[in-house]
């Protein structure tokens, strides 16, 4: 047997103002049918006002592992966060 | 790094209760052990549609049909949840359902059991689906990400299920007399076929020590057995539904029921492909997938004609 499908990941958005979040994969033989699969397999309770699906092929991911360089600012910037800086006591909001 | 060191980078991560993710370096064993487990389990929930759909065309009124139709249906997204979940460890969905028609792959062996009367959709729905929710329960904390996500997933279309199937026993147990012996008939059939549902005792169990240690079992099959045995003699109580253990009674010291011997014979009968259905439900399944070849054979066609019009383009 060999594989004639494409594989898919879907995103849903289970209601406006939220951010699409990934549900998982499916395989499709083109976008229009991705959607439509998706529709049954991932929201037959409502669950979604939306549904992206893209291609797992043309995702581009980092990996934890090997690029630790990618996040390292995080730790050495410290003054990228709020919590760095300390506010007079009086002050009760800023 | 090289092999050790990776190892145990990895018991480290799942030591804290970190998911271990598709693209994590992970032991052989690990893999080859999701596999099999995953694949098992997405192969026993469109295996598991057979007996049921086989009393989609004589429910007993629209409403009970509507509802079976979605349970049924429900069971097979819970499929594809896992065949996809199963697929980030490399293995393609076509080798999955090879190994299910040449008999490499089992599926749980509850669906060798026929569905004789329409209590039987009831029995399957309340003690099957419970049984397995036990289970995907616990699996919800598998150290793999993707088959705990499936898990979460198919957890939250679970309660419906065994709601379905315990109104249906309920219905039964309020009307005549032959209705209550129907109900009555199915639980004493499928009652220790569920039990034997969570394997085998964990004495007789070999891989659990490993499973446990990498976090893809959480509980053991005999712990998961009890919390279902205690939980269901309450509900089989409230409705007058005799659980067929001469020795099943509350043992105030252990907190727990106690209950009889299982007859791991019919087990092993059941899981070497002896059970009532086992050939029925394999053949079926090939020849439903065979029936289907049409339908991915124009999918080729239509796919191929595509591309070389963009080509063209
Ligand atoms: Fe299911
Ligand atoms: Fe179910």
Not at chain 1, 29 to 44: G, S
Not at chain 2, 147 to 158: D, F, L, P, S, W
Not at chain 2, 189 to 208: I, Q
């Amino acid at each position: 047997m060999t594989s004639h499908t494409q594989l898919y990941e879907i995103f849903i958005r289970s209601q406006r103002g939220l951010d699409h979040k990934h549900v998982g994969s499916l395989h499709a033989d083109d976008a229009e049918q991705a959607l439509q699969y998706a529709r049954d397999v991932y929201t037959r309770r409502s669950e979604g006002v939306s549904i992206w699906a893209v291609k797992s092929s043309d995702i581009a991911a980092s990996q934890e592992s090997d690029c630790g360089s990618f996040y390292d600012p995080l730790d050495d910037k410290p003054y990228r966060h709020a919590s760095h800086y300390d506010l007079p006591d009086e002050v009760k909001s800023l | 790094m090289d092999q050790a060191e990776e190892e145990k980078v990895f018991q480290e991560r799942v030591d804290a209760e970190e998911k271990i993710e598709p693209k994590d370096w992970m032991p052989d064993k690990y893999r080859k052990t999701l596999i099999r487990q995953i694949s098992q389990h997405a192969h026993s929930e469109v295996i598991g549609m057979q007996p049921e759909g086989n009393w989609l065309t004589r429910a007993p009124t629209l409403h009970r049909k509507a509802v079976l139709l979605a349970k049924v249906q429900d069971e097979g997204g819970h499929g594809l949840y896992l065949y996809s979940a199963a697929e980030t460890m490399g293995v393609s969905r076509e080798e999955m359902i090879d190994d299910l028609h040449e008999e490499r792959a089992k599926y749980a062996s509850i669906f060798n059991y026929p569905t004789l009367t329409w209590s039987d959709i009831g029995a399957i729905g309340w003690l099957v689906d419970s049984a397995a929710i036990v289970n995907q329960i616990s699996l919800q904390r598998t150290s793999y990400g993707p088959y705990a996500r499936a898990m979460v997933r198919i957890c939250k279309e679970e309660s419906f299920h065994q709601r379905q199937g315990y109104n249906i026993m309920m219905t039964l147990m309020r009307g005549s007399d032959e209705q209550k012996a129907m109900a009555q008939d199915s639980v004493d059939r499928f009652w220790w076929p569920v039990l034997m549902m969570f394997g085998p005792h964990d004495s007789d169990s070999v891989h659990s020590a490993q499973n446990m240690k990498w976090k893809i079992k959480r509980q053991s099959n005999d712990d998961l057995r009890q919390k279902f045995i205690d939980q269901t003699v309450e509900q089989a109580n409230a409705i007058g539904i005799t659980l067929p253990d001469p020795d099943l009674k509350w043992n105030e010291e252990r907190g727990h029921y106690d209950f009889g011997e299982i007859d791991w014979e019919e087990f092993r009968r059941s899981m070497s492909g002896g059970g009532p259905c086992s050939r029925l439900r394999l053949a079926h399944h090939r020849q439903v997938h065979e029936e289907g070849e049409w339908v991915r054979e124009a999918m080729r066609v239509y796919e191929n004609k595509k591309r070389s019009n963009q080509e063209a383009a």
